[in-house]
């Protein structure tokens, strides 16, 4: 019987030791998330569904561009625990590996013109002549700041891309001209209030923020929506400069099938809590079935780029990840 004893206390002892410790303790506190504007919508249900799950969490979202939410880490300091960016590569060019040592790639995309019933043209706009309306001088037209938010310089790579594949060697400065810089918004969701009142005619958005606004919109050919990864080869032709990792330089962004990712800062400060907000994120039956059911296409499992940035990871979210470039 003692024996018996001994080995159930070993036992216990064995668990709490190599247990992870967000298995054990029950998640509380405030979560930081800073994230793209494109995913607020499901990031609200999820925080939802988590909050209900574990009460004594209180997940605190600011939506932004990416690169302005990076720069809210990098630039400014600010306290975070979790970044989601519409763009992968954000995370590697602005946070790692000085605030980050892990970017998990969560869920894809693709390029889509929005509009309504009170856009000019909107009884003819078709996927085979949206160039030309564009290009209307009476028509307004918009996009997000390629230096905050990934959805701006995508829009500008599939203007190039579209130069390419209608060849017409003038499109992408005849259409950038018909846009006046006061139509450039900081972030892309800023830009569907413009179309709802009439302030504008069609605006460049992500089809999932397209389908979760109710909004009508054309579709693009594979070969630029920037949303098949095997045109990747075709998407690379494109490239925008954007603001630098430091005030007064530029990085190259460099055009490749949409992919988001989002990240764990080495100093979370709710590293439990947090964790356990990506286990739920990340479950196939969690946030990953929201953002399917939104319109965005999940990767199931989510991916990282090396066996060494999984083994990273915390514990309970090294299941739920596969390595894959």
């Not at 997940?59 to 400014?76: N, Y």
């Not at 900081?186 to 209030?193: C, D, G, H, R, T």
């Not at 907000?277 to 990767?299: V, Y």
């Amino acid at each position: 019987m003692k024996n018996n004893h001994q080995q159930f206390i070993a036992v216990i002892i064995f668990l709490f030791c190599f247990t992870p410790f967000s298995a054990l303790a029950t998640p509380h506190g405030i979560v930081t998330i800073f994230h793209a504007g494109s995913l607020t919508v499901p990031m609200v249900a999820m925080e939802k569904a988590f909050e209900a799950k574990y009460p004594e969490v209180d997940i605190q979202r600011e939506p932004s561009g990416s690169s302005k939410a990076a720069r809210k880490i990098s630039d400014l300091g600010k306290p975070c625990d979790i970044m989601a960016a519409a763009d992968y590569k954000v995370i590697d060019k602005l946070l790692r590996p000085d605030f980050t040592d892990n970017n998990i790639r969560f869920a894809s995309n693709r390029m889509v013109l929005c509009y309504t019933d009170q856009s000019r043209y909107a009884d003819i706009i078709s996927e085979k002549n949206w160039v030309a309306i564009l290009q209307k001088p009476d028509v307004v037209w918009g996009h997000s700041a390629p230096d905050l938010d990934p959805c701006g310089y995508r829009t500008l790579m599939v203007l190039q891309l579209a130069e390419k594949y209608y060849q017409q060697p003038d499109l992408y400065q005849k259409t950038i001209a018909n846009r006046p810089v006061r139509n450039v918004r900081p972030k892309a969701v800023e830009l569907i209030s413009l179309l709802q009142t009439g302030n504008m005619d069609y605006a460049w958005e992500y089809r999932s923020v397209a389908v979760q606004h109710n909004l009508q919109f054309v579709e693009m050919p594979d070969q630029i929506n920037l949303g098949n990864y095997k045109f990747d080869a075709d998407y690379a032709q494109a490239t925008v400069e954007v603001s630098g990792k430091k005030p007064g330089t530029t990085m190259t962004m460099q055009g490749k099938s949409i992919t988001y990712g989002i990240t764990l800062l080495k100093d979370a400060p709710n590293r439990e809590a947090a964790t356990a907000f990506l286990a739920f994120m990340l479950d196939s039956s969690g946030g990953l079935k929201i953002l399917e059911e939104m319109g965005q296409p999940p990767f199931v499992p989510a991916r990282v780029a090396t066996a060494e940035m999984r083994a990273v990871l915390p514990l309970p979210l090294q299941p739920l990840v596969t390595v894959q470039q």
